[in-house]
């Protein structure tokens, strides 16, 4: 009996995210703007990421960072003179889109054509909340292991696409970055895989036409 409560209750609790989803995507169109979800585990590289966009793009940007405690990644966006909310989960592991309605309350929408979301640092918990997105990006750095793409399955099939980053420090770490590429593929034919070195400046220009390319769809 416990058992059958417990997937009711999860069943409801999605069916209640994916609606607040909806929603939040309803409202970003009516605005006009499109939205890019992050996902990725701490250290990967999403914040770095983020900011480069910004740098490098003229769209009008704002951001709803996650964290778990701190607005850290949050004071970092702020610099680059974008509006930021930072939402902080507690003692969740991934944002639900409640918490994202509500940032998006706070943001200027009628000053944007973009919404950047950085998902709170975790390659699991984020699966299966829907945010209201258009593109979903998972960022992986080769310092987590070229095993780490196989370990965590489902976020890179239900993704558009992957960046595989730090590969400039693939050979320091003994890891593989085309067995990473390789991996993603196979556990998604579809999905868009760029390789990248922010520090290198490569991969960038792919990612942001990856955007571009949806957006315009």
């Known amino acids: 009996m416990h058992q059958v409560a417990d997937v009711e209750v999860a069943k409801n609790i999605m069916d209640a995210n994916k609606k607040l989803a909806e929603k939040n995507k309803k409202n970003l169109e009516d605005k006009g703007i499109f939205c890019v979800d992050f996902v990725g585990a701490i250290g990967s590289g ?8 910004i740098d490098n793009t003229d769209y009008k940007i704002g951001v709803l960072a996650g964290d778990v405690i701190s607005k850290f990644d949050a004071g970092r966006i702020e610099k680059h003179d974008v509006p930021v909310v930072g939402l902080n989960t507690g003692k969740e592991c991934h944002l639900d ?7 998006i309350e706070d943001l200027p929408l009628d000053d944007l054509d973009m919404l ?5 640092g975790n390659l699991i918990c984020p699966v299966d909340f829907e945010l209201g997105s258009h593109l979903r ?8 292991g070229d095993d780490t793409v196989e370990k965590h399955p489902i976020i890179f099939q239900t993704s558009d696409a992957v960046v595989i980053n730090k590969v400039d420090l693939a050979d320091a770490v003994g890891a593989d970055a085309d067995k990473m590429v390789a991996d993603a593929l196979k556990l998604n034919p579809n999905i868009k895989v760029i390789k990248s070195s922010l520090k290198e400046g490569t991969g960038l220009d792919e990612i942001i036409e990856c955007i571009e390319e949806a957006m315009n769809k």
């Open 137 to 144: 990006i998972v960022v992986v750095s080769v310092t987590e």
């Open 46 to 53: 999403k914040t770095t990421l983020v900011e480069e966009i």
């Open 97 to 103: 889109a409640h918490l994202v309605g509500h940032g």
């Open 116 to 120: 950047i979301i950085e998902n709170v």
